[in-house]
């Protein structure tokens, strides 16, 4: 019952923010440019800091050496869950210009916003060390094949190849630079001076709310005749649900992990859809309202799903 209750509270304190940003945006304090806001200061400011932030506080160069064997699985798993995604895209015939937010919805959680406070809430604050390590392969390849697949759903040269100067200029955009200015610090074992800290902190922190700002926003500017539960909002809730933990529970078999760092992995890969998509979907101008959708979709499943996936974690 308690696994049930953190779980529940977890998922209802998103959907809060989300609820908030969406009377606000039916009261006319938020429209499209206060969400077009959101998206410049999340991208460019607040995200990146956050994630220095999180990698200079939670990871020591020690933890980073040791743990090096259990990236193997979450960077192994959301490679093959993206492979997975474009191959179930060409099967049930998703449209190209949607087929990069597709299999970044379909592979990557939102591991960050939701699944780190959702792990420390199930499993203590030894968790957090392990939900770093989920996050570092997890942010690097969003930031790589999913940025480039969203890019390349409204890109013109329908044959860019991915290892090109256009693909290298999308991958270093501020929140992998953060991503690397953060494991750089960790790695030379450099602190930065106590102001500085605090300032990225209280800006980092921005990050969550306006990001479920964003979407509770953009909820209400779509319209309900918008969000259609179709076979591909289906296909998403089969990767975000099923075959990310069962590939974090098939790769654990083969690379021995302490069960501690399996249950967070899989807790963190049956996350909700990252929110991130629908703002990098809107920048680049792809399908922004089927992510917003699929969002909010598994955002809703995941209050069933959770204490679900936390009764199986248990008895595996």
């Given at each position: 019952?308690?696994?049930?209750?953190?779980?529940?509270?977890?998922?209802?304190?998103?959907?809060?923010?989300?609820?908030?940003?969406?009377?606000l945006a039916k009261i006319r304090w938020?429209?499209?440019?206060?969400?077009?806001?959101?998206?410049?200061?999340?991208?460019?400011?607040?995200?990146?800091?956050?994630?220095?932030?999180?990698?200079?506080?939670?990871?020591?160069?020690?933890?980073?050496?040791?743990?090096?064997?259990?990236?193997?699985?979450?960077?192994?798993?959301?490679?093959?869950?993206?492979?997975?995604?474009?191959?179930?895209?060409?099967?049930?015939?998703?449209?190209?210009?949607?087929?990069?937010?597709?299999?970044?919805?379909?592979?990557?959680?939102?591991?960050?916003?939701?699944?780190?406070?959702?792990?420390?809430?199930?499993?203590?604050?030894?968790?957090?060390?392990?939900?770093?390590?989920?996050?570092?392969?997890?942010?690097?390849?969003?930031?790589?094949?999913?940025?480039?697949?969203?890019?390349?759903?409204?890109?013109?040269?329908?044959?860019?190849?991915?290892?090109?100067?256009?693909?290298?200029?999308?991958?270093?955009?501020?929140?992998?630079?953060?991503?690397?200015?953060?494991?750089?610090?960790?790695?030379?074992?450099?602190?930065?001076?106590?102001?500085?800290?605090?300032?990225?902190?209280?800006?980092?922190?921005?990050?969550?709310?306006?990001?479920?700002?964003y979407v509770g926003t953009v909820m209400?500017?779509?319209?309900?005749?918008?969000?259609e539960f179709n076979s591909e909002a289906?296909?998403?809730?089969?990767?975000?649900?099923?075959?990310?933990?069962?590939?974090?529970?098939?790769?654990?078999?083969?690379?021995?992990?302490?069960?501690?760092?399996?249950?967070?992995?899989?807790?963190?890969?049956?996350?909700?859809?990252?929110?991130?998509?629908?703002?990098?979907?809107?920048?680049?101008?792809?399908?922004?309202?089927?992510?917003?959708?699929?969002?909010?979709?598994?955002?809703?499943?995941?209050?069933?799903?959770?204490?679900?996936?936390?009764?199986?974690?248990?008895?595996?």
């Amino acid at each position: 019952m308690q696994t049930f209750f953190s779980s529940l509270q977890g998922v209802l304190v998103v959907f809060l923010i989300i609820a908030v940003g969406y009377y606000l945006a039916k009261i006319r304090w938020f429209d499209e440019r206060a969400a077009d806001l959101f998206v410049k200061i999340v991208l460019y400011v607040s995200f990146p800091l956050n994630l220095v932030v999180n990698i200079i506080s939670t990871l020591t160069k020690e933890e980073l050496l040791n743990y090096a064997r259990g990236l193997m699985i979450p960077f192994f798993s959301i490679l093959l869950l993206y492979f997975i995604a474009y191959i179930l895209a060409v099967l049930f015939k998703v449209e190209r210009s949607k087929r990069g937010v597709f299999a970044a919805t379909f592979t990557f959680s939102n591991s960050i916003f939701v699944g780190l406070p959702l792990s420390q809430a199930l499993f203590g604050e030894e968790a957090i060390p392990y939900s770093l390590i989920y996050y570092i392969p997890s942010t690097f390849l969003w930031w790589t094949l999913g940025a480039y697949g969203i890019a390349k759903d409204v890109s013109k040269e329908g044959g860019e190849s991915f290892f090109s100067l256009t693909t290298l200029k999308r991958i270093l955009n501020p929140p992998i630079l953060g991503f690397i200015f953060g494991l750089i610090l960790v790695i030379f074992e450099v602190s930065p001076p106590n102001f500085v800290f605090k300032s990225f902190k209280m800006i980092g922190d921005l990050t969550t709310p306006l990001s479920l700002f964003y979407v509770g926003t953009v909820m209400h500017l779509m319209g309900r005749e918008k969000f259609e539960f179709n076979s591909e909002a289906l296909l998403v809730f089969l990767g975000r649900f099923f075959f990310a933990p069962f590939l974090v529970v098939l790769l654990s078999i083969l690379i021995k992990i302490p069960k501690l760092m399996r249950n967070v992995f899989i807790i963190m890969s049956a996350m909700p859809v990252m929110v991130n998509t629908s703002i990098l979907a809107r920048v680049y101008g792809a399908d922004y309202e089927f992510a917003v959708s699929v969002i909010s979709y598994t955002t809703l499943f995941s209050i069933v799903m959770m204490p679900i996936l936390m009764i199986l974690v248990e008895k595996i």
